[in-house]
């Protein structure tokens, strides 16, 4: 909790800052006591104080399923009972409880002018600290049981849905059908607005609280802080029960594969009878006959002398009084890489091989680089080399939802030439798949890593397909065998040694490797800490060139028989080794004749050879912007249909939220005599907006989030640029929404019983699909503005509130202070609001009860301030946020990267 401390202050913030403008808005200056209207606003004040402090758990949901998986496996070890995990949970909570409703009750309470009496004062924050508690368990035991971040979410918002729909302000007590009555005596929510609105009694008057149903009597304001005490154990035992009683949802599966018998038995590395002539400077690779390849490629060396990489200072180095502003993470280092040669690149932790790897490649996102690097003879520019060049990163990431041979599939499009046709490039594909022994996968999902799908070993494989179907020349890989048991990490350096077979150049950093694979490398380039090179040059048999270049070295220890020359290696040139011995083994290699024969060999690779021309392409990338958006669409579509968890599960939601909202609201949209059927018809759009929307953002956000950091690793390797990926996952996202929206508005207008006209039918669809893209798009622009989903849900869910707050429902726009009036017009729920409520009511001529002869278009004007002949520009208003929101999030996704290297 304390090193999670960033969530807690960032929540008090917030609810520092609502207060604020809670407090400004409910003025008491501004705060009458003259009629029912003036009571409405006391009322909304109450709710909105209820509502923010209900809400202000549920990051509780997202914080509690971080932890569980953890917490399952300490279980099963049996370091402890569920209930000795449950209960500190829940005392640990209860400082912050008692910090976030002070700030609250003690900023706004008599801001706003309730009661000045002392007792009411603290009576309020008394009973909002229990709400708080029963808010904080109930997301607490909903994220126990859902245990999946989009399962949890949208019950957490269903839950809030049902307590507040049935809460006794949205819809009146009186009004409540019978078959719906026992939800309102079941929701805390109800306790809590009762005990509010009893305690506040002064401010609100018993003609008020008699006609909107809430009960007069005094003894409520116990009754209903009773109730929230016992919801508070009940969430809290639910919480602990779901802890002991229930498993992770996702059980790692690995993927059973179609591979014959005698291919399971064992896996056999080629075997390298003659690394390399002893004395030739240019090593030739001889294993057997090269295979050969649909496509052509081009070989290319890569050459790199006397390179340097800076980053600045650490601040905390810095404060320990390091004077440098730089600090350097390779010292001048030099070395050539050639087609048809397999080159290990090793050293101790912090020798800085990924950094050289990185800086080669071009995947620095900060830091100065210099010295001079080429590519078969000319000076490398990143735009072209990122066409000829494959990156295999350390931790494969690739999109869950699709098969293997769709990633290979979207890949090749993506970046091989357009002048490639598609039966080529499909033959090309299985030739791929066939090298790299993917063949029997290909019809397997990808999966998350240590989730779901292939294994830790099909996946490096799957890295290595991803970047050879797009016919590269030069290939790095970082760290291929980590985290593999021996039989995969064969497996891949059999896929390794087949590339290289191909004539391609190939770099891996490679650590700690058994005897079988260092040998399967034919060139050795090691480094030391701080960045400088040791050995660079051919391994030989057995590793004879290695064994004997060091054991020349006086002092260095014999390697004895049977010895892994890897792991001795890196044994007789440590630091510790290097002070023993009192030598510096870079010196004694800038001395000897291999480093010389390393510089004429780069001064050969570095001239351009007879008749060759620079590497150009005429355009960025290999195909048209127009392609780019259909490749990427496609992948999305897939994504989507394959994601149930995401897109069923929204569906459902709506689906059993209209069917509520239906049955709750039952042929109440036809009755407009008085005020109060007005307000709960109104209530009625107010809370499926605001709910449907606020799950809709939440929910996307996990998704996009994963698809981002597929979309670094695509983009890093030229694959496409950041706006047909940001296109594609603006418009996969409509059909589903349109569904959504149709469902809704079908299933609520039939039910509510609004008026059958087909011009207020087509309004209501329209205004629901507009506002469901923009809560959308607000999801998605908030995970590409944060480093992650878990500071994009806190972000999001600020806004949220200020969104409540200014709908127009809470408190009606001719009530709010004329300073607070320009937010209204800029808050994207009240256009939705207006537009919903103004093209149902607004003109409706028939003359209500109680309202000095107004007509209901009359009384939604003077009350909301709402006018039928506006509608059209809040049309335009919802689907220019909703474009301005997509906007936001494909620049985003275009300026910002948070993966830092």
């Not at 290990?344 to 790897?357: E, F």
């Not at 039989?487 to 058994?514: E, K, L, Y």
Request: glycine share 8%; net charge neutral; with cysteine.
């Amino acid at each position: 909790m304390k090193r999670n401390s960033f969530v807690y202050i960032f929540k008090l913030a917030q609810i520092s800052i609502m207060a604020v403008i809670a407090m400004t808005l409910f003025l008491r200056t501004k705060m009458h006591h003259r009629n029912q209207d003036d009571a409405g606003v006391y009322a909304g004040a109450l709710f909105f104080t209820l509502v923010t402090i209900m809400f202000n758990g549920m990051a509780e949901i997202s914080m509690t399923i971080a932890k569980l998986p953890v917490f399952y496996k300490q279980r099963d070890l049996l370091f402890y009972p569920s209930w000795a995990y449950a209960i500190p949970s829940w005392i640990l909570k209860i400082p912050v409880t008692l910090a976030e409703v002070g700030v609250w009750v003690f900023l706004t309470y008599y801001v706003i002018g309730f009661d000045p009496n002392a007792g009411r004062f603290f009576k309020q924050y008394l009973l909002l600290l229990f709400v708080h508690q029963v808010a904080s368990a109930l997301f607490r035991a909903i994220g126990a049981l859902g245990r999946n971040l989009i399962v949890a979410n949208t019950f957490g918002s269903f839950a809030i849905l049902a307590f507040l729909a049935l809460g006794g302000f949205l819809l009146s007590r009186k009004n409540i059908k019978h078959w719906w009555i026992w939800g309102y005596w079941s929701s805390p929510l109800m306790y809590g607005q009762q005990a509010l609105m009893t305690s506040s009694n002064p401010n609100l008057g018993v003609n008020f609280l008699a006609s909107r149903g809430f009960f007069t009597d005094s003894y409520w304001y116990w009754l209903g802080l009773g109730a929230c005490a016992g919801y508070l154990f009940l969430f809290n035992g639910m919480f602990a029960a779901a802890l002991d009683l229930l498993d992770p949802f996702d059980k790692p599966q690995a993927t059973i594969t179609e591979e014959s018998e005698d291919d399971a038995q064992e896996v056999e590395l080629p075997r390298i009878e003659n690394s390399g002539a002893t004395e030739d400077a240019v090593v030739e690779s001889s294993h057997g006959k090269k295979k050969g390849m649909v496509l052509p490629f081009e070989p290319h060396s890569i050459t790199f002398d006397e390179v340097v990489y800076s980053v600045d200072m650490p601040q905390e180095m810095k404060e320990q009084g390091v004077q440098e502003d730089k600090l350097v993470l390779l010292k001048g280092v030099s070395g050539a890489f050639r087609p048809g040669v397999l080159t290990a690149l090793m050293g101790v932790s912090g020798a800085g091989k990924t950094t050289l790897m990185d800086v080669l490649a071009g995947r620095k996102t900060g830091g100065y680089i210099e010295g001079t690097i080429k590519v078969s003879g000319y000076p490398k520019k990143q735009e072209t080399f990122a066409r000829v060049s494959g990156y295999c990163e350390q931790n494969d990431i690739h999109s869950p939802h699709v098969t293997v041979y769709e990633s290979l599939l979207y890949s090749a499009w993506l970046r091989l030439s357009s002048s490639v046709d598609t039966k080529t490039r499909k033959m090309f594909i299985e030739e791929v798949m066939d090298l790299v022994e993917l063949t029997p996968l290909r019809n397997s999902l990808v999966g998350l890593p240590g989730v779901s799908g292939l294994s830790t070993e099909q996946r490096k494989r799957l890295t290595i397909a991803v970047e050879l179907v797009a016919n590269p020349s030069i290939i790095f890989m970082d760290e291929p065998t980590s985290g593999l048991d021996a039989r995969a990490a064969a497996i891949v350096m059999r896929t390794v040694r087949n590339t290289v077979d191909t004539g391609r150049t190939v770099v891996c950093t490679i650590h700690q490797p058994s005897i079988d694979i260092f040998e399967a490398f034919d060139e050795l380039f090691l480094m030391k800490r701080g960045g400088q090179e040791i050995y660079v040059g051919p391994l030989g048999h057995h590793s004879s060139h290695l064994i004997k270049y060091f054991e020349s070295i006086e002092g260095v220890s014999k390697i004895k028989d049977g010895y892994n020359p890897a792991t001795w290696m890196l044994e007789v040139t440590t630091t510790a080794q290097e002070l023993s011995l009192g030598v510096d083994f870079t010196d004694i290699y800038q001395n000897s004749d291999l480093y010389r024969r390393n510089k004429q060999l780069i001064q050969e690779l570095g001239q351009p050879a007879p008749g060759s021309k620079d590497l150009h392409f005429p355009t960025q990338y290999s195909q048209p912007f127009w392609v780019q958006c259909q490749a990427c669409l496609w992948k999305q579509r897939w994504s989507y249909w394959r994601n149930p968890p995401y897109t069923a599960v929204r569906f459902f939601f709506t689906t059993f939220i209209a069917l509520m909202f239906g049955t709750m609201f039952w042929d109440l949209g036809s009755k407009t005599k008085n005020r109060q059927d007005l307000f709960n018809a109104v209530g009625s759009m107010y809370s499926a907006v605001l709910f449907l929307g606020i799950q809709n953002a939440s929910s996307v956000q996990p998704v996009v989030a994963v698809e981002r950091t597929v979309f670094y690793r695509e983009r890093a390797a030229g694959m496409y640029s950041a706006l047909p990926y940001a296109f594609s996952q603006i418009v996969v996202e409509l059909p589903y929404i349109f569904a959504q929206s149709v469902t809704y508005g079908l299933i609520v207008y039939a039910m509510i019983q609004f008026d059958w006209t087909a011009e207020k039918f087509f309004w209501y669809l329209f205004f629901m699909f507009c506002t469901l893209c923009y809560f959308t798009f607000y999801g998605m622009m908030a995970v590409a503005v944060t480093p992650n989903h878990h500071v994009a849900s806190i972000v999001a869910s600020a806004f949220y509130a200020i969104w409540n707050l200014f709908s127009g429902f809470v408190i009606t726009r001719p009530s709010m202070p004329i300073w607070w009036r320009w937010y209204y017009w800029a808050c994207p729920v009240a256009w939705t609001i207006y537009g919903l409520v103004g093209s149902q009511f607004g003109d409706i001529t028939t003359t209500m009860n109680g309202e000095d002869g107004k007509t209901v278009g009359e009384f939604i004007h003077s009350y909301f301030g709402i006018k039928h002949d506006f509608i059209g520009y809040c049309a335009v208003a919802v689907s220019g946020i909703a474009v301005l929101f997509a906007f936001i999030f494909a620049c985003a996704i275009k300026a910002f990267n948070f993966q830092k290297r």
